[in-house]
């Protein structure tokens, strides 16, 4: 389980925890759940487990927390606005929830919803979206065809002065890249493919940073200065806003009080961060007043124009409107840190390292049962596709054709082990794979979907004598020493063993989903001290000496074993 440490208001336990905190906590209540994403509209908080799972915590949840899945869809993003929440598929469908007077869920009317509901809109056009973001009153949906449609508040889209809202999406603009906003922001920033930047919506305290101080609303206009430049992240408030560039160095626009530069009148276009210059950054996220930004190493800075909820982190109430360190213990120097921010809560999350990347980063070193070769590296192209979501040839080709073997080796680290030495550098490696934010993946969700990739398995386990069990030999034989024994010294090549460990096939699948994720899942029925005694045989049979402990710690993690 990753941590996720959170601190500032927390009205209707949106926080996940008891009470306000002025200090950094950590959320123990997502029982055991790996969280890949966080959402946090107005007084709620939404996060993304690997399980397929939307907690959600706030004032729709009351003191506990409600559970969100969409039956036959995998959610794989979630963004949030002000008062509802947007969830995106595998499939290229895109959901909302809760708050629709502004018609900001894209369903033709302004009926708010207490599940997640399909936006028929692009089902019925037969589009498929890959990029959702949320803001105040409305949504923004990126189509595989590069069109940006949005819906809600007109001004906010910036097609209207005013007047009647849009409860159905309509295009905004074509040849999109990526969009960016926030849940509080008053417009939206996107980027096209041919690396323009574009601002539109409403221009709070001069957000939008079009050197213009008029509110708007303003249609989409182009930051000239930006030309040609990749963005790597824009992050955007009510009042102020963040861009990081290719580099990695952190301009900021918008209200004197909130834009971190120092001084004492708005800030009309981005400007470089004078304090934050000598810095790499990674991401940023804004709330209402609040901004944090990560470098690169595993750093995080932090700023505001108030503090009234304890949203700064820094333990008091204090304002600080000077970019200063945020220091987490056990948090610094990973580089797998992810932010948020809420309109008065800030919450930030990260990845480990564990078991599952050590298991592949032995792989790498012994280079077993390898199936390709780039540059001469031998790889297991199962895993390449599993990492990229691309055709492991064409991978070879592009690395071979485009790249050095200095790169390849950033990209092969990148792939077995999570490890990002060099961000900017590995974008542009996996922007060839249209894969445009390698660091937002991880290689626990990567494994996850594989291991629902049923078409691609080849191992089947018999179990029960009439029960087969697929899995991919890749994984028994990276996760388990016995099976790596069994195909290398013995080069069996048949592709079906019994399973004589005398437990039921619901244990044997627990194992197997284990050895992909090192999550045990656990039913509503389950008994956990049965389940418990069940995976210890089962893993003792199989020899897996360290699966068995660690499926002990996460049962102690999760609070369902004491002792």
């Known amino acids: 389980m990753n941590s996720v440490f959170v601190f500032g208001r927390n009205s209707n336990n949106e926080l996940g925890i008891t009470g306000d905190s002025k200090s950094p906590r950590k959320v123990t209540r997502l029982n055991n759940e ?4 966080i959402a946090a509209p107005y007084q709620m908080s939404y996060f993304l487990t690997n399980t397929n799972k939307v907690i959600e915590f706030g004032k ?14 995998n959610i794989v993003s979630i963004s949030a606005g002000t008062y509802h929440c947007l969830m995106l598929c595998e ?21 708010s919803q207490g599940k997640p509901t399909l936006i028929r809109f692009f089902q019925n056009k037969n589009f498929k979206v890959k990029q959702i973001c949320g803001n105040y009153y409305n949504s923004y949906f990126l189509c595989t065809n590069n069109r940006l449609y949005g819906c809600g508040m007109t001004e906010r889209l910036g097609t209207s002065t005013g007047g009647q809202n849009t409860h159905t999406p309509v295009q905004l603009f074509v040849n999109v890249k990526k969009v960016y906003s926030g849940p509080e922001a008053g417009g939206y920033f996107f980027t096209t493919n041919d690396n323009k930047l574009y601002a539109g919506g409403k221009n709070f305290s001069g957000s939008l940073g079009i050197n213009n101080s008029n509110v708007g609303p303003h249609r989409p206009t182009e930051l000239r200065e930006w030309a ?30 909130n834009n971190g530069l120092g001084g004492s009148s708005n800030q009309l276009t981005f400007r470089l961060i004078p304090q934050l210059a000598s810095f790499q950054f990674k991401q940023c996220s804004i709330g209402q007043d609040q901004s944090i930004l990560c470098t690169n190493d595993g750093r995080l800075y932090i700023w505001g124009g108030s503090n009234s909820y304890g949203q700064l ?11 200063r ?54 790889v297991h192209s199962l895993l390449i596709q599993a990492r990229t979501s691309t055709n492991p040839s064409i991978v ?17 680290n990148y792939v077995y082990m999570h490890s990002i030495s060099n961000l900017n550098r590995l974008k542009t490696i996996t922007r060839k794979f249209n894969l445009p934010n390698p660091e937002k993946r991880t290689l626990r969700n990567d494994l996850l979907l594989l291991y629902r990739h049923e078409q691609s398995k080849e ?13 991919h030999k890749l994984i028994l034989q990276t996760r388990s020493d016995l099976f790596r024994n069994m195909f290398l010294e013995v080069q069996d090549k048949s592709n079906l063993i019994n399973d004589y460990s005398g437990r039921c096939a619901d244990s044997i699948q627990k194992l197997v989903k284990f050895l992909y994720t090192d999550v045990v899942e656990l039913n509503q029925n389950d008994d956990p001290s049965f389940v418990f005694e069940e995976l210890e045989d089962v893993e003792d049979y199989y020899q897996l000496s360290q699966g068995c402990s660690m499926a002990k710690e996460l049962l102690k993690i999760s609070g369902l074993i004491k002792n």
């Open 34 to 37: 790996q969280v890949i994403q």
């Open 60 to 73: 729709n949840a009351g003191r506990t927390q409600v559970t969100h899945q969409i039956r036959g869809e």
């Open 91 to 111: 499939s290229g469908n895109a959901y909302g929830i809760r708050e629709n007077k502004n018609g900001q869920l894209g369903l033709g009317n302004t009926i």
């Open 228 to 257: 040609s430049q990749e963005i790597i992240d824009i992050a955007f408030g009510f009042t102020s806003s963040i861009l990081i560039n290719s580099i990695g160095k952190a301009y900021s626009c918008g209200s004197a009080d």
């Open 313 to 323: 982190g820094s333990g008091n109430l204090t304002i600080t409107k000077a970019p």
């Open 325 to 378: 360190e945020l220091v987490i213990q056990g948090l610094r120097g990973n580089s797998s840190i992810s932010l948020c921010c809420g309109l008065y809560s800030t919450y930030i999350y990260t990845l480990p390292n564990d078991s599952l990347v050590n298991d592949f980063k032995k792989l790498l070193e012994r280079k077993e049962l390898t199936d390709l070769e780039i540059w001469g590296n031998p």
């Open 396 to 412: 070879k080709r592009v690395l071979e054709q485009n790249f050095t073997r200095q790169d390849t080796t950033l990209f092969l």
């Open 459 to 471: 191992f089947k386990i018999m179990v029960e004598e009439t029960q087969t069990i697929m899995v």
